[in-house]
């Protein structure tokens, strides 16, 4: 992929790419992407999920 991306680079095209990784992001980026996503939509949206249940039903299950 950092090949792709920085062949692309050379002919002066932007780049974008997505990962869920932050070191791969950095690779990215040091390959030549212009514009990394990091993350996904689903991902961002389980882990405040998560945050919620933790701060809500553990206490309830503890009796708190």
């Known amino acids: 992929m950092k090949q ?3 062949a692309s680079a050379d ?3 932007s ?3 997505n990962t869920c ?3 791969q992001a950095q690779d ?3 390959a030549g992407a212009n514009f990394v996503l990091v993350g996904a939509d689903v991902q961002q949206l389980n882990s405040a999920a998560r945050g919620l249940v ?3 039903i553990t206490p309830l299950k503890e009796g708190k």
Do not use: P, V
């Open 54 to 56: 933790e701060k809500f």
């Open 4 to 6: 792709s991306i920085k």
């Open 15 to 17: 780049i974008a790419i």
């Open 11 to 13: 002919t002066g095209k």
């Open 28 to 30: 990215y980026l040091d």
């Open 21 to 23: 990784n932050l070191e």
